[in-house]
Protein backbone atom coordinates (compact mmCIF):
# COMPACT_ATOMS: atom_id res chain seq x y z
CA UNK A 1 0.00 0.00 0.00
CA UNK A 2 0.96 3.46 -1.02
CA UNK A 3 1.79 6.35 1.33
CA UNK A 4 -0.50 9.49 0.12
CA UNK A 5 1.77 12.38 -0.47
CA UNK A 6 1.45 15.78 -1.70
CA UNK A 7 4.55 15.37 -3.66
CA UNK A 8 4.31 14.07 -6.79
CA UNK A 9 7.07 12.16 -8.22
CA UNK A 10 9.25 12.59 -11.16
CA UNK A 11 12.63 11.49 -12.31
CA UNK A 12 12.81 14.47 -14.38
CA UNK A 13 15.34 17.44 -13.52
CA UNK A 14 13.01 21.32 -14.31
CA UNK A 15 15.51 24.05 -15.20
CA UNK A 16 14.39 27.28 -15.28
CA UNK A 17 14.16 28.91 -18.99
CA UNK A 18 16.17 31.07 -20.16
CA UNK A 19 15.58 35.06 -18.65
CA UNK A 20 14.12 33.39 -15.82
CA UNK A 21 15.43 34.73 -12.28
CA UNK A 22 14.08 35.50 -8.48
CA UNK A 23 11.29 33.62 -6.96
CA UNK A 24 10.87 31.02 -10.45
CA UNK A 25 14.30 30.21 -10.45
CA UNK A 26 14.91 29.14 -6.85
CA UNK A 27 11.70 27.14 -6.84
CA UNK A 28 13.28 25.47 -10.40
CA UNK A 29 16.58 25.13 -8.33
CA UNK A 30 14.38 23.35 -5.54
CA UNK A 31 12.35 21.39 -7.83
CA UNK A 32 15.69 19.99 -9.40
CA UNK A 33 17.40 18.99 -6.07
CA UNK A 34 14.60 17.48 -5.17
CA UNK A 35 14.43 14.87 -8.06
CA UNK A 36 18.07 13.91 -7.67
CA UNK A 37 18.05 9.80 -6.80
CA UNK A 38 20.15 10.68 -3.51
CA UNK A 39 17.91 13.55 -2.16
CA UNK A 40 16.47 11.40 0.72
CA UNK A 41 19.78 9.54 1.54
CA UNK A 42 21.40 13.17 2.10
CA UNK A 43 18.63 14.99 4.15
CA UNK A 44 17.89 11.98 6.09
CA UNK A 45 21.93 12.15 6.62
CA UNK A 46 22.25 16.08 7.32
CA UNK A 47 19.20 16.40 9.52
CA UNK A 48 19.87 13.57 11.53
CA UNK A 49 23.64 14.99 12.15
CA UNK A 50 22.25 18.09 12.72
CA UNK A 51 19.43 17.55 15.24
CA UNK A 52 22.84 15.46 17.09
CA UNK A 53 25.22 18.00 17.37
CA UNK A 54 22.65 20.65 17.89
CA UNK A 55 21.43 17.83 20.86
CA UNK A 56 25.03 17.77 22.32
CA UNK A 57 25.35 21.39 22.25
CA UNK A 58 22.10 21.91 24.10
CA UNK A 59 22.89 19.00 26.36
CA UNK A 60 26.04 20.50 27.81
CA UNK A 61 24.70 23.94 28.11
CA UNK A 62 21.58 22.70 29.69
CA UNK A 63 23.77 20.06 32.29
CA UNK A 64 26.25 22.54 33.30
CA UNK A 65 24.83 23.86 36.56
CA UNK A 66 23.43 20.86 37.59
CA UNK A 67 26.40 18.46 37.02
CA UNK A 68 28.59 20.95 38.24
CA UNK A 69 26.00 20.76 41.64
CA UNK A 70 26.10 17.24 41.46
CA UNK A 71 29.33 15.82 40.05
CA UNK A 72 32.22 17.53 42.48
CA UNK A 73 32.19 20.62 40.40
CA UNK A 74 32.56 18.71 37.34
CA UNK A 75 30.59 20.89 34.65
CA UNK A 76 31.15 18.06 31.76
CA UNK A 77 30.33 15.01 33.37
CA UNK A 78 26.72 14.80 31.78
CA UNK A 79 27.59 16.12 28.16
CA UNK A 80 30.42 13.32 28.73
CA UNK A 81 28.17 10.39 29.29
CA UNK A 82 26.02 11.79 26.42
CA UNK A 83 29.14 11.52 23.95
CA UNK A 84 29.80 7.34 25.55
CA UNK A 85 26.21 6.67 24.14
CA UNK A 86 26.71 8.85 21.55
CA UNK A 87 29.77 7.19 20.48
CA UNK A 88 27.65 3.65 21.00
CA UNK A 89 24.93 4.71 18.91
CA UNK A 90 27.06 5.87 15.72
CA UNK A 91 28.42 2.46 15.24
CA UNK A 92 24.95 0.49 16.02
CA UNK A 93 23.36 3.13 13.43
CA UNK A 94 26.25 2.28 10.71
CA UNK A 95 25.18 -1.29 11.16
CA UNK A 96 21.68 -1.12 11.29
CA UNK A 97 21.89 0.69 8.14
CA UNK A 98 24.31 -1.72 5.97
CA UNK A 99 22.98 -4.85 7.16
CA UNK A 100 20.67 -7.07 4.58
CA UNK A 101 17.34 -6.83 5.31
CA UNK A 102 16.14 -10.45 6.01
CA UNK A 103 18.79 -10.22 8.75
CA UNK A 104 17.29 -7.76 10.14
CA UNK A 105 13.98 -9.04 10.14
CA UNK A 106 15.22 -12.25 11.49
CA UNK A 107 15.66 -9.88 14.45
CA UNK A 108 11.50 -8.94 14.43
CA UNK A 109 10.04 -12.03 16.78
CA UNK A 110 13.39 -12.35 19.29
CA UNK A 111 13.21 -8.64 20.00
CA UNK A 112 10.36 -8.61 20.38
CA UNK A 113 10.24 -11.45 22.78
CA UNK A 114 13.14 -10.10 24.62
CA UNK A 115 11.45 -6.35 24.48
CA UNK A 116 8.46 -7.61 26.34
CA UNK A 117 10.60 -10.03 29.05
CA UNK A 118 12.66 -6.67 30.09
CA UNK A 119 9.11 -4.48 30.59
CA UNK A 120 8.13 -7.47 32.42
CA UNK A 121 11.06 -7.05 34.78
CA UNK A 122 10.58 -3.52 35.13
CA UNK A 123 7.26 -3.76 35.88
CA UNK A 124 8.61 -6.31 38.92
CA UNK A 125 11.68 -4.68 39.78
CA UNK A 126 11.84 -1.70 38.36
CA UNK A 127 13.29 1.74 39.96
CA UNK A 128 11.18 4.47 40.27
CA UNK A 129 11.78 7.88 39.66
CA UNK A 130 9.04 10.73 39.67
CA UNK A 131 6.56 8.41 40.40
CA UNK A 132 7.43 6.37 37.24
CA UNK A 133 8.28 2.90 37.22
CA UNK A 134 10.28 2.60 33.96
CA UNK A 135 13.91 1.99 34.86
CA UNK A 136 15.37 -1.04 35.40
CA UNK A 137 19.25 -1.44 37.00
CA UNK A 138 21.70 -3.76 35.07
CA UNK A 139 24.54 -3.89 37.87
CA UNK A 140 26.06 -0.36 37.58
CA UNK A 141 24.00 0.84 34.97
CA UNK A 142 20.20 1.57 34.42
CA UNK A 143 18.31 1.71 31.11
CA UNK A 144 14.84 2.38 30.08
CA UNK A 145 13.15 -0.32 28.48
CA UNK A 146 10.59 0.97 27.07
CA UNK A 147 12.47 3.14 24.89
CA UNK A 148 14.34 -0.08 23.57
CA UNK A 149 11.02 -1.27 23.05
CA UNK A 150 9.62 0.92 21.00
CA UNK A 151 11.92 0.28 18.34
CA UNK A 152 11.27 -3.27 18.96
CA UNK A 153 7.63 -3.21 18.32
CA UNK A 154 7.59 -1.21 15.15
CA UNK A 155 10.06 -3.43 13.50
CA UNK A 156 8.19 -6.44 15.21
CA UNK A 157 4.99 -4.97 13.63
CA UNK A 158 6.51 -4.38 9.62
CA UNK A 159 7.94 -7.82 9.47
CA UNK A 160 4.29 -8.83 10.43
CA UNK A 161 2.14 -6.72 7.84
CA UNK A 162 4.95 -7.58 5.11
CA UNK A 163 4.15 -11.04 5.73
CA UNK A 164 0.77 -11.00 5.44
CA UNK A 165 0.89 -8.43 2.86
CA UNK A 166 -1.48 -9.51 0.20
CA UNK A 167 -4.22 -10.06 2.90
CA UNK A 168 -3.97 -7.33 4.86
CA UNK A 169 -8.27 -6.75 2.97
CA UNK A 170 -9.35 -8.99 5.79
CA UNK A 171 -9.64 -7.30 9.14
CA UNK A 172 -8.66 -10.11 10.94
CA UNK A 173 -5.46 -10.44 9.06
CA UNK A 174 -4.92 -6.51 9.99
CA UNK A 175 -5.44 -6.72 13.71
CA UNK A 176 -3.91 -10.60 14.54
CA UNK A 177 -1.78 -10.54 16.05
CA UNK A 178 0.13 -7.00 16.34
CA UNK A 179 -3.24 -5.62 17.95
CA UNK A 180 -3.07 -7.35 21.13
CA UNK A 181 1.09 -7.94 20.64
CA UNK A 182 1.15 -4.19 20.97
CA UNK A 183 -1.45 -4.04 23.90
CA UNK A 184 0.57 -6.20 26.12
CA UNK A 185 3.39 -3.96 25.57
CA UNK A 186 1.70 -1.17 26.64
CA UNK A 187 0.11 -2.45 29.18
CA UNK A 188 2.69 -3.37 31.11
CA UNK A 189 4.51 -0.09 30.06
CA UNK A 190 1.06 1.49 31.69
CA UNK A 191 1.70 -0.74 34.65
CA UNK A 192 4.95 0.89 35.66
CA UNK A 193 3.05 4.63 35.69
CA UNK A 194 4.40 5.44 32.53
CA UNK A 195 1.75 7.22 30.71
CA UNK A 196 3.89 9.43 28.47
CA UNK A 197 5.31 6.08 26.71
CA UNK A 198 2.12 4.47 26.69
CA UNK A 199 0.96 7.25 24.47
CA UNK A 200 3.81 7.14 22.44
CA UNK A 201 3.23 2.98 21.98
CA UNK A 202 -0.46 3.95 21.17
CA UNK A 203 0.42 6.33 18.30
CA UNK A 204 2.61 3.86 16.59
CA UNK A 205 0.03 1.28 17.04
CA UNK A 206 -2.72 3.65 15.10
CA UNK A 207 0.11 4.22 12.61
CA UNK A 208 0.97 1.14 11.42
CA UNK A 209 -3.07 0.24 11.75
CA UNK A 210 -3.15 3.45 9.11
CA UNK A 211 -0.42 2.66 6.78
CA UNK A 212 -2.04 -0.83 6.42
CA UNK A 213 -5.87 0.06 5.69
CA UNK A 214 -7.51 -0.39 8.84
CA UNK A 215 -10.94 0.77 8.56
CA UNK A 216 -11.97 4.55 10.00
CA UNK A 217 -14.07 3.57 12.53
CA UNK A 218 -11.43 1.25 14.34
CA UNK A 219 -9.38 4.84 14.96
CA UNK A 220 -12.49 5.98 15.81
CA UNK A 221 -13.35 3.29 18.20
CA UNK A 222 -9.60 3.03 19.69
CA UNK A 223 -9.32 6.82 20.41
CA UNK A 224 -12.35 6.44 22.36
CA UNK A 225 -10.87 4.06 24.62
CA UNK A 226 -7.76 5.92 24.53
CA UNK A 227 -9.38 9.02 26.07
CA UNK A 228 -11.36 6.99 28.64
CA UNK A 229 -8.39 4.91 29.77
CA UNK A 230 -6.24 7.57 29.82
CA UNK A 231 -8.89 9.65 31.83
CA UNK A 232 -9.02 6.67 34.54
CA UNK A 233 -5.21 6.37 34.61
CA UNK A 234 -5.18 10.56 35.22
CA UNK A 235 -7.98 9.60 37.88
CA UNK A 236 -6.49 7.15 40.09
CA UNK A 237 -2.92 9.26 40.48
CA UNK A 238 -3.47 12.56 42.09
CA UNK A 239 -0.04 13.89 41.22
CA UNK A 240 -0.93 12.95 37.50
CA UNK A 241 -4.04 14.51 38.02
CA UNK A 242 -2.72 18.01 39.30
CA UNK A 243 -0.72 17.89 36.33
CA UNK A 244 -3.48 17.34 33.79
CA UNK A 245 -5.69 19.84 35.49
CA UNK A 246 -3.07 22.79 35.28
CA UNK A 247 -1.01 22.32 31.99
CA UNK A 248 -3.86 25.02 30.89
CA UNK A 249 -2.78 27.84 33.17
CA UNK A 250 0.75 27.10 35.02
CA UNK A 251 0.32 29.83 36.90
CA UNK A 252 -2.61 29.08 38.79
CA UNK A 253 -0.65 26.47 40.55
CA UNK A 254 2.67 28.26 40.77
CA UNK A 255 4.89 26.61 43.05
CA UNK A 256 3.91 23.61 42.66
CA UNK A 257 2.57 21.36 39.43
CA UNK A 258 2.78 24.57 37.36
CA UNK A 259 6.00 25.46 38.81
CA UNK A 260 7.94 23.40 35.56
CA UNK A 261 5.67 24.39 32.66
CA UNK A 262 5.74 27.78 34.39
CA UNK A 263 9.55 27.95 34.03
CA UNK A 264 9.70 26.37 30.49
CA UNK A 265 7.30 28.99 29.39
CA UNK A 266 9.27 31.66 30.86
CA UNK A 267 12.29 30.29 28.88
CA UNK A 268 11.14 30.48 26.04
CA UNK A 269 9.59 33.89 26.21
CA UNK A 270 12.85 35.49 27.46
CA UNK A 271 14.79 33.71 24.45
CA UNK A 272 12.48 36.52 21.71
CA UNK A 273 14.06 35.77 18.00
CA UNK A 274 17.61 35.00 18.17
CA UNK A 275 18.13 34.16 22.20
CA UNK A 276 20.16 34.94 24.86
CA UNK A 277 23.16 33.04 23.18
CA UNK A 278 24.85 29.56 23.91
CA UNK A 279 25.06 29.17 27.46
CA UNK A 280 23.16 32.19 28.73
CA UNK A 281 20.19 30.42 29.91
CA UNK A 282 19.09 31.80 33.33
CA UNK A 283 16.30 29.06 33.65
CA UNK A 284 18.68 26.17 33.95
CA UNK A 285 19.87 27.66 37.04
CA UNK A 286 17.93 25.32 39.54
CA UNK A 287 14.41 27.12 38.24
CA UNK A 288 13.54 24.83 35.58
CA UNK A 289 13.52 20.60 36.76
CA UNK A 290 14.72 18.30 33.98
CA UNK A 291 16.57 21.46 31.88
CA UNK A 292 18.75 18.91 30.10
CA UNK A 293 16.71 16.00 29.48
CA UNK A 294 12.89 16.57 28.92
CA UNK A 295 12.93 20.54 28.76
CA UNK A 296 15.75 21.13 26.95
CA UNK A 297 13.73 22.39 24.38
CA UNK A 298 12.33 25.65 26.92
CA UNK A 299 16.02 25.75 27.32
CA UNK A 300 17.10 25.74 23.71
CA UNK A 301 14.74 28.43 23.09
CA UNK A 302 15.91 30.77 25.62
CA UNK A 303 19.57 30.32 24.07
CA UNK A 304 19.10 30.01 20.79
CA UNK A 305 15.49 31.97 20.25
CA UNK A 306 12.35 31.52 18.08
CA UNK A 307 15.14 30.87 14.82
CA UNK A 308 16.56 27.85 16.79
CA UNK A 309 13.28 26.22 17.88
CA UNK A 310 12.01 26.65 14.39
CA UNK A 311 15.28 24.91 12.94
CA UNK A 312 14.91 21.89 15.01
CA UNK A 313 11.36 21.57 14.07
CA UNK A 314 12.64 22.12 10.45
CA UNK A 315 15.05 19.33 10.77
CA UNK A 316 12.60 16.66 12.01
CA UNK A 317 9.86 17.66 9.55
CA UNK A 318 12.84 17.39 7.05
CA UNK A 319 13.72 13.72 8.48
CA UNK A 320 9.79 12.98 8.02
CA UNK A 321 9.35 13.96 4.48
CA UNK A 322 12.69 12.01 3.43
CA UNK A 323 11.30 8.78 5.24
CA UNK A 324 7.60 9.28 3.78
CA UNK A 325 9.40 10.10 0.04
CA UNK A 326 11.88 6.72 1.02
CA UNK A 327 8.08 4.67 1.79
CA UNK A 328 6.29 6.39 -0.93
CA UNK A 329 8.94 5.06 -3.78
CA UNK A 330 9.90 1.96 -2.33
CA UNK A 331 7.92 -1.71 -3.60
CA UNK A 332 9.03 -3.37 -0.66
CA UNK A 333 6.08 -3.60 1.94
CA UNK A 334 8.80 -3.98 4.99
CA UNK A 335 10.77 -0.93 4.09
CA UNK A 336 7.30 1.03 3.66
CA UNK A 337 5.79 0.05 7.32
CA UNK A 338 9.01 0.20 8.90
CA UNK A 339 9.46 3.72 7.62
CA UNK A 340 6.30 4.92 8.02
CA UNK A 341 6.15 3.45 12.09
CA UNK A 342 9.62 5.13 12.26
CA UNK A 343 8.43 7.93 11.66
CA UNK A 344 5.01 8.09 13.74
CA UNK A 345 7.11 7.50 16.78
CA UNK A 346 10.29 10.15 16.17
CA UNK A 347 7.94 12.79 15.19
CA UNK A 348 4.87 12.01 16.96
CA UNK A 349 7.36 11.86 20.61
CA UNK A 350 8.66 15.23 19.14
CA UNK A 351 5.33 16.29 18.95
CA UNK A 352 4.18 15.80 22.23
CA UNK A 353 7.85 17.19 24.07
CA UNK A 354 7.38 20.36 22.37
CA UNK A 355 3.71 20.22 23.00
CA UNK A 356 4.77 19.81 26.71
CA UNK A 357 7.06 22.53 26.77
CA UNK A 358 4.52 24.73 25.52
CA UNK A 359 2.09 24.20 27.86
CA UNK A 360 -0.24 22.69 24.98
CA UNK A 361 -0.08 19.07 26.83
CA UNK A 362 0.43 17.84 29.83
CA UNK A 363 3.59 17.08 31.74
CA UNK A 364 4.09 13.38 31.24
CA UNK A 365 8.20 13.24 30.89
CA UNK A 366 8.97 12.55 27.24
CA UNK A 367 12.24 13.42 26.12
CA UNK A 368 13.12 15.57 23.01
CA UNK A 369 14.81 12.54 20.43
CA UNK A 370 18.44 13.52 19.58
CA UNK A 371 18.77 16.49 21.71
CA UNK A 372 17.58 15.60 25.04
CA UNK A 373 20.02 14.02 27.14
CA UNK A 374 20.08 9.77 27.98
CA UNK A 375 20.85 7.16 26.64
CA UNK A 376 18.21 4.53 26.35
CA UNK A 377 16.54 7.06 24.02
CA UNK A 378 19.48 7.78 21.82
CA UNK A 379 20.60 4.84 20.81
CA UNK A 380 17.56 3.25 19.36
CA UNK A 381 16.56 6.36 17.90
CA UNK A 382 19.43 6.68 16.31
CA UNK A 383 19.86 3.00 14.56
CA UNK A 384 15.92 3.57 13.55
CA UNK A 385 17.45 6.43 11.87
CA UNK A 386 20.48 4.31 10.63
CA UNK A 387 17.75 1.93 9.17
CA UNK A 388 16.12 5.03 7.75
CA UNK A 389 19.40 6.06 5.61
CA UNK A 390 20.27 2.13 4.68
CA UNK A 391 16.69 2.38 2.89
CA UNK A 392 17.07 5.78 1.02
CA UNK A 393 20.83 3.83 0.30
CA UNK A 394 18.97 0.93 -1.28
CA UNK A 395 16.54 2.87 -3.65
CA UNK A 396 17.43 1.47 -7.07
CA UNK A 397 18.20 4.86 -8.23
CA UNK A 398 19.99 6.02 -5.50
CA UNK A 399 22.22 2.65 -5.45
CA UNK A 400 22.96 3.24 -9.03
CA UNK A 401 24.13 6.84 -8.19
CA UNK A 402 26.24 5.68 -4.97
CA UNK A 403 27.85 2.78 -7.49
CA UNK A 404 28.99 5.25 -10.31
CA UNK A 405 30.31 7.83 -7.79
CA UNK A 406 32.53 4.45 -6.16
CA UNK A 407 33.57 3.32 -10.12
CA UNK A 408 34.37 7.38 -10.66
CA UNK A 409 36.40 7.36 -7.37
CA UNK A 410 37.82 4.48 -8.21
CA UNK A 411 39.06 5.12 -11.59
CA UNK A 412 39.90 8.61 -10.49
CA UNK A 413 42.67 6.64 -8.32
CA UNK A 414 43.68 4.32 -11.17
CA UNK A 415 44.58 7.10 -13.56
CA UNK A 416 46.75 8.88 -10.92
CA UNK A 417 48.80 5.93 -10.24
CA UNK A 418 52.54 5.56 -12.05
CA UNK A 419 54.64 2.60 -12.74
CA UNK A 420 57.89 3.09 -12.58
CA UNK A 421 61.22 2.10 -11.07
CA UNK A 422 61.69 3.91 -8.14
CA UNK A 423 57.88 5.35 -7.79
Known sequence: ???VSPLRRTSRR?????????VSSWFAALHDALA????????????????????????????SVYAFQNYDQNSYAVVVKQLTWVAIGLPCAWVAGHLPQRWVRRLAWPGYFVSLGLLLLTSL???????????LALGPIQIQPSEIAKLALVLWAAHVYANKDRRLGNLHEVMMPVLPGMLVATGLVIFGHDLGTALVLFAILLGMLWVVGAPARMFALSFLVISVFAGALAATDPERLTRITTFTDPMRDYNSAGWQPAHGLFALSSGGLFGQGIGASQQKWGNLPEAHTDFIFAVLGEELGLVGTLLVIG???????AAIRVARRTKDPFVRYMTFGIVVWIIGQMMINVGMVLALLPVIGIPLPLVSYGGSALVPSLVALGMLVGFARREPEAARALAQRKKGRNSGVTAGRVDGPGL
Open 1 to 3: MAI
Open 14 to 22: TQAPPGRTG
Open 36 to 63: RPLTSYYLLLGASALLLTIGLIMVFSAS
Open 125 to 135: FGVTRNGNTNW
Open 315 to 321: LFMTIAY
